[in-house]
T-cell receptor, first 112, second 116 residues
């Protein structure tokens, strides 16, 4: 499968701080998705990006589809305790079936 | 919104037995379903793509005779882990889509399989 490198691997931040994480690949993607996963649960979609350069917000979350189509980032502003979890990027390759491949994940811990 | 139900949520089975996991799209017809496997503190690894009425497409390194996938209807896909062994213990998650990027992909809540 495809390798999507996500960084940082883990983050420990104070409540109220902003968070930034990114996902990079050597392949070109036509869609990027960002998910959050709580322990023992399936991932929940946060933001979907469909065009290179697209910048999309969902409340305190903002994500961008990189111009090169090989990367994406996710920002969380003014973090709160319930932001704790593992965040995954997922990319859909151009000219393939509808498969999505997942990044390595970023574990976020918010300290009250 | 789109809801995907996965059952069972947890299963413990004896080594050598087979286990079936169901993935249902409750309020939409899923043209494509995907099966993922996730090890503790690791990412989701795509195992196979399941299209209704056709054979599943397996990712490289995934044994199709070990992990049988059936997508008999537009609302149901099943994953059967045959002759399970302890190394098959994992978190299995399905996702479903109506097709086309604009519909997005909805995940089930996952199945924790423990083989003893």
């Amino acid at each position: 499968g495809q390798q999507l490198n996500q960084s940082p691997q883990s983050m420990f931040i104070q409540e109220g701080e902003d968070v930034s994480m990114n996902c990079t690949s050597s392949s070109i993607f036509n869609t990027w998705l960002w998910y959050k996963q709580d322990p023992g649960e399936g991932p929940v979609l946060l933001i979907a990006l469909y065009k290179a350069g697209e910048l999309t917000s969902n409340g305190r979350l903002t994500a961008q589809f990189g111009i090169t189509r090989k990367d994406s980032f996710l920002n969380i502003s003014a973090s709160i305790p319930s932001d704790v979890g593992i965040y995954f990027c997922a990319g859909q390759l151009i000219n393939t079936g509808n498969q999505f491949y997942f990044g390595t994940g970023t574990s976020l811990t918010v300290i009250p | 919104g789109a809801v995907v139900s996965q059952h069972p949520s947890r299963v413990i089975c004896k080594s050598g037995t087979s286990v079936k996991i169901e993935c249902r799209s409750l309020d939409f017809q899923a043209t494509t379903m995907f099966w993922y496997r996730q090890f503790p503190k690791k990412s989701l690894m795509l195992m196979a793509t399941s299209n209704e009425g056709s054979k599943a497409t397996y990712e490289q390194g995934v044994e199709k005779d070990k992990f049988l996938i059936n997508h008999a209807s537009l609302t149901l896909s099943t994953l059967t882990v045959t002759s399970a062994h302890p190394e098959d213990s994992s978190f299995y998650i399905c996702s479903a889509t109506r097709g086309g990027g604009s519909y997005g992909y909805t995940f089930g809540s996952g199945t924790r399989l423990t083989v003893v």
